[in-house]
């Protein structure tokens, strides 16, 4: 699963009704970052709703930049390249007139997803990047809203709607009725919709990331990660309300508030925040979740074979991009069983997370000593790859800003408090330490912490190890159990067998 740097490129040319993106991944896309990620926004669908074609000026300006694509495209020397289109293509009188012209100026073909296939996909691009993800996944694009249904991974119930973005004219407080009885009737024809209560909804599609970005602002949220953010049922429906009324018209240049969203998102945030309300009351979910990933990163998802599509999403995001720092050797796996057995109880969902930090545990080797805490921890909560939720970050990096103990650690360790629990970032904490002290214990050497046993009995602790592992003896090896008898509040005794 390591990046290699000769390694082969796929791309996925997405042909919108609002915007159309080339996104050019090298390997299968899976777990990787873009190596191109460009969109234009040609606004192809503008004009369904009144002629039944496809926008003249969006035809040209789609024509245009897909020509820049194409050459971009020749030049990357691509293993594979998937040209999709979605409702705009698909429901206009001329679409496939369109995709004609297409294929023969570009020389490649064209496919037009069925509403139930566009709506898959972008479920499974949910599914790629959150581990066991359950919920409803709701993808607004420019011509159509899809729907699914996800459960432990997998997708059940699917529907396409047509009450996109750039489906409704011109709105003002006048038209919110009739707009609001609109998009009622059409959420009410998806029968199996009335039946389910998620606890999450995923949303998807750049107006709803705008969404996230101005609440952002609005909450003071401080990590600006659009992927992973989640927001509280109750919050965001009040925040929604104030957006309704706000058009482009009312927009001023130098409001803080509209400073993250372009002109043309601006004039989309009272129709996605109707939307996105309406669901929201309509299956009474708990919570918001923000996703990056959707249609294109599904896509290619499906293609890829079985046994990797069951690889940790966490896992494999971080050690594309953390390369020479990540590991899935011996050494790694004697460091998560030391940890694991200071919680003989431990969660699976803490355990999981050891299992990564352990492989990403020397992130911070080629950073100087006196900056490698916050170094590792400030990369660790800003990477971009998408396999990995909010309190995932900082949790792994928490632990990791530990493991890198020092006078640096004071500075840092209160950076995000409401995105973990207190019990979380104590976990958190704990982990690292005894990360440090393994790997100080066992100077780095394999074979050594699997012959170690510890014992976790009320008011002390008792680590079982071999007389002839000299590793255990020193400075080093005493500061960590200091620094851990300090932590745990128990005294730890060493007994060699």
């Known amino acids: 699963m390591y990046l290699k740097e000769n390694q082969e490129r796929a791309g996925v040319l997405d042909i919108g009704s609002n ?56 030049k990357m020397n691509l293993r594979q390249l998937h040209v999709i289109a979605t409702a705009a293509v698909r429901e206009a009188a001329d679409g496939r007139q369109f995709v004609a012209e297409l294929e023969k100026l570009f020389n490649f073909s064209v496919k037009i997803l069925s509403g139930k296939e566009e709506a898959y996909f972008s479920a499974l691009g949910v599914i790629s990047t959150f581990a066991k993800s359950k919920g409803l996944v709701c993808d607004l694009g420019g011509g159509s809203l899809e729907l699914v249904k996800i ?70 949220y401080d990590l600006k990660v659009i992927h992973g953010y989640s927001v509280k ?64 990163e599904g896509y290619l998802f499906d293609r890829i074979d079985e046994k990797e599509k069951k690889l940790d999403p966490i896992s494999a995001g971080l050690m594309h991009i953390f390369v020479p720092s990540c590991d899935e050797t011996n ?47 400030l990369r660790l909560l800003r990477h971009p790859t998408l396999g990995v939720t909010h309190k995932e970050r900082v949790f792994i990096a928490t632990a990791i800003l530990n493991r890198y103990h020092g006078a640096t650690i004071q500075a840092f360790d209160k950076g995000f408090p409401n995105i973990i629990t207190g019990e979380e970032y104590k976990m958190a904490s704990l982990i690292g330490l005894i990360l440090d002290f ?4 066992s100077g780095e050497i394999t074979g050594i912490l699997d012959r170690v046993q510890v014992r976790v009995d009320p008011g002390k602790i008792l680590i079982r190890y071999p007389k002839d592992i000299a590793t255990s003896k020193g400075q080093a090896a005493t500061k960590r159990t200091q ?4 932590a745990f509040n128990q005294k730890i005794s060493f007994y060699g067998v």
């Open 483 to 486: 620094i851990l008898e300090r």
């Open 19 to 74: 915007s159309i993106r080339l996104v050019i991944f090298r390997g299968n896309g899976f777990a990787t970052l873009p190596e191109f990620n460009e969109k234009a926004l040609c606004g192809l669908g503008n004009e369904i709703q009144k002629t039944g074609k496809l926008s003249k000026i969006g035809r040209a300006s789609a024509i245009e930049n897909i020509a820049r694509f194409a050459k971009i495209i020749e």
């Open 331 to 377: 050494y790694a796996k004697e460091l998560e069983h030391l940890i694991c057995s200071f919680f003989p109880a431990i969660s699976p969902k803490f355990a999981r997370l050891i299992r990564v930090i352990c492989q990403i545990r020397n992130i911070g080797r080629d950073e100087h000593p006196s900056y490698r805490a916050e170094q590792s921890y």
């Open 233 to 296: 049922r109750a919050e965001l429906e009040s925040f929604l309300e104030q957006l309704y009324p706000i058009t482009i018209s009312t927009k001023l240049p130098d409001d803080p508030q509209w400073s993250p969203v372009s002109s043309n998102r601006a004039e989309q945030m009272p129709i996605a925040s109707l939307i996105l309300s309406k669901i929201m009351s309509k299956v009474n979910s708990r919570r918001v979740i923000f996703s990056a990933a959707g249609l294109r």
């Open 151 to 220: 459960d432990n991974g997998r997708a059940h119930e699917c529907a396409s709607l047509p009450i996109g973005s750039l489906r409704f004219e011109e709105i003002n407080e006048f038209s919110r009725s009739k707009i609001l009885s609109l998009i009622d009737e059409q959420l009410d024809s998806v029968k199996w919709l009335q039946d389910v209560t998620p606890n999450s909804i995923y949303a998807i599609g750049g107006a709803w990331r705008s969404l996230a970005r101005l609440h952002m602002e609005f909450a003071n």
């Open 438 to 441: 393994g790997i100080t214990f």
